[in-house]
């Protein structure tokens, strides 16, 4: 005899599940609903393109400067390698097109187009802000493998399109003039910067020696000792160039490089060299000095000091000149393969797009409303569910308190 407890409760039934012949059946049955929503979204599509204002694009393709390795700083190897080191590692050169194409969407170039083509007052703006924004949004930049730069504008005339296109390349070419964006400019601002000071040392040291000389009298030095400190001062000058080389190559290099190790091996062998030569000069560091001879001491260290200011100036004067000339020959000429001319065709609006999406969007959309129609009547025959339909109903109508 089974109990209660022992008979087998039946497996429920599984909701029915829709297949593909189903939802056709829901279609064909709204079909009418969905032909209506697809017709009225075409027919607005239609429209809106019809209101929409043509717009044109005016392209220019420009070839930007290509940074090569100049006359000057293959020379730079003449310094003992020190200041070639310390510049080469501080003006690393950056990919033409990426520079180019950043100087072109920077405040420098939109703002005096803006003004120049009175697009604030064209485009009914009060302040200069949103007629950059919208000048960005009219305008792209492309680069391709080659590095050649495409200025692509689009406006709502072929006239204008084409107006912006070639003041963003004249307007560039106006900014590299006034920046220093090649190796060699780069070149020359350092090597200014680095003589200027070398200079202010070498007067500062004239100065000392001078008012050593009037206040304890000419010292004389006979020729082996000038010799010694003009080649003390050159020595340490090199001595100079190749430390900063030094660090310039820690920066980047291990210390397993043999390049690095072969620079320390010669920065040691010419400090070595460096103090021998010191040790043979009165005044110099471990040198045995001249009793009751301080004054000439004292003139000789300056003397000394003077001498390797005029090699450092020397140095850097030569190679500051010869950056100049390679920016000379190096000038960023922006050169036009293609110049904007008016479109003749517009760009826009894509009628034909924008209504064949729009259509596609209303058919979606009608099927969508078709199911819901569907699933709400099934809703309504079935009591359970026609109860929470009015529940619902009856929640959404009923005010709040």
Do not use: C
């Amino acid at each position: 005899m089974n109990t209660p407890d022992s008979t087998p409760n039946p497996a429920l039934p599984a909701p029915p599940e829709m297949v593909p012949l189903d939802l056709l059946i829901v279609v064909g049955r709204h079909k009418r609903l969905v032909a209506r929503i697809t017709i009225a979204t075409a027919a607005l599509s239609i429209v809106a393109s019809l209101l929409l204002p043509r717009t044109f694009t005016a392209a220019t393709r420009i070839l930007p400067p290509q940074q090569g390795q100049s006359t000057a700083a293959a020379l730079l190897g003449q310094l003992g390698g020190g200041l070639a080191g310390m510049a080469s590692g501080a003006l690393g050169i950056k990919n033409p097109s990426d520079l180019y194409i950043g100087m072109l969407k920077s405040q420098a170039v939109a703002d005096p187009i803006i003004e120049r083509l009175g697009l604030r007052e064209l485009w009914s703006t009060q302040y200069f802000v949103d007629a950059r924004v919208r000048l960005a949004g009219s305008t792209r930049f492309l680069a391709d493998k080659s590095g050649i730069i495409t200025i692509e504008v689009e406006a709502r005339t072929p006239a204008l399109a084409a107006d912006i296109a070639n003041a963003y390349v004249e307007q560039l070419h106006r900014l590299t003039g006034t920046l220093a964006v090649t190796e060699a400019g780069q070149r020359r601002i350092f090597f200014e910067r680095q003589l200027q000071q070398t200079k202010e040392k070498l007067a500062d040291a004239e100065v000392k020696l001078r008012q050593a000389i009037e206040s304890g009298g000419l010292v004389s030095v006979d020729a082996q000792g000038r010799a010694a400190v003009e080649t003390v001062a050159r020595l340490r000058a090199q001595i100079s160039a190749k430390e900063i080389q030094i660090g310039a190559m820690k920066g980047y290099a291990a210390a397993g490089n043999p390049d690095l190790q072969r620079a320390e091996r010669e920065l040691s062998s010419m400090r070595q060299e460096l103090t021998r030569l010191e040790s043979g000069i009165p005044g110099g560091e471990g040198g045995a000095s001249i009793p009751g001879d301080a004054k000439g001491v004292a003139n000789i260290r300056l003397m000394r000091e003077v001498k390797y200011q005029e090699v450092m100036f020397e140095l850097l004067a030569k190679q500051y000149e010869l950056a100049r000339v390679d920016e000379a020959k190096e000038a960023p000429v922006i050169q036009v393969l293609d110049k904007a001319t008016p479109p003749e065709r517009k760009s826009g609006p894509k009628r034909a797009v924008i209504v064949i999406g729009s259509t596609l969007a209303g058919l979606l959309a009608g099927v969508v409303v078709a199911f819901a129609r569907n699933a709400l009547e099934s809703a309504r025959q079935d009591p359970a569910q026609r109860g929470r339909l009015e529940a619902l109903r009856a929640a959404w109508r009923k005010k709040s308190s």
